[in-house]
């Protein structure tokens, strides 16, 4: 089965530091993995996800993660974090889809705080 | 962007009443929704998955009869909280796959349902 760990519960940034969100994965295969945020009010909106190709793989707002194999790792990583990045942030692993399972996995988030 | 909805945003209800969630794709069709559930400051947890037209399957441990789901229509599916306990008081999150696509990066979530059974 597959399983997901975030470290972190929580981390507090000052607003234009660089920022760096740990996620571990188990999965006997290839995975899909993706990021998450999480808003107040607001549905889980994606952030990136790495299927295959390149481990160096480009989001939304900024972020970047970086797939390692060898340490089961996808990381999510920003230079320089904005208030309007606080929020809850969630790791996710997938089965790929021609193996006919195609549920999503999550980590239990990390909450990211930004002070000034 | 793609946009799921959800009704109500927050319920409060009491215990041994039933409360219906819905879960509404906007401007995409749907064949198939997801329902997780999430505790304070834990993961979502996959409760069902709704195909349209068929059956729910169910994760285990998940008690069927009293979480039902019917996704009667290409945009709806709908979770009613059967004889609701202070136990099942949690955060209701719906997501709904493109069909369209139908590959995992197409998944997009509701806002989610606040449950408070007192």
């Known amino acids: 089965a597959q399983s997901v760990t975030q470290p972190d519960i929580h981390i507090t940034v000052s607003e234009g530091a660089s920022l760096e969100l740990r996620c571990n994965y188990s999965y006997g295969a290839t995975p899909y993995l993706f990021w998450y945020v999480q808003s107040p009010g607001q549905g889980l909106q994606l952030l990136l996800k790495y299927f295959s190709g390149d481990t160096l793989v480009q989001g939304i707002k900024g972020f970047e993660a970086e797939f390692k194999r060898s340490q089961s790792s996808f990381n999510l990583r920003k230079p320089s974090v904005h208030w309007s990045d606080a929020a809850e942030y969630f790791c996710a692993v997938g089965a790929r889809p021609d193996f006919g399972n195609e549920k999503l996995t999550f980590g239990t988030g990390t909450r990211l705080t930004i002070i000034p | 962007g793609a946009v799921v909805s959800q009704h109500p945003s927050r319920v409060i209800c009491k215990s041994g009443t039933s409360v219906k969630i819905e879960c509404r794709s906007l401007d995409f069709q749907a064949t198939t929704m997801f329902w997780y559930r999430q505790f304070p400051k834990q993961s979502l947890m996959l409760m069902a998955t709704?195909?349209?037209?068929?059956?729910?399957?169910?994760e285990q441990g998940v008690e069927k009869d009293k979480f039902l789901i019917n996704h009667a229509s290409l945009t709806l599916s709908t979770l009613t909280v059967t004889s609701a306990h202070p136990e099942d008081s949690s955060f209701y999150i719906c997501?709904?796959?493109?069909?369209?696509?139908?590959?995992?990066?197409?998944?997009?979530f509701g806002p989610g349902t606040r449950l408070t059974v007192l």
């Open positions: 709704s195909n349209e037209g068929s059956k729910a399957t169910y």
């Open positions: 997501s709904a796959r493109d069909s369209a696509s139908g590959s995992l990066d197409t998944q997009y």
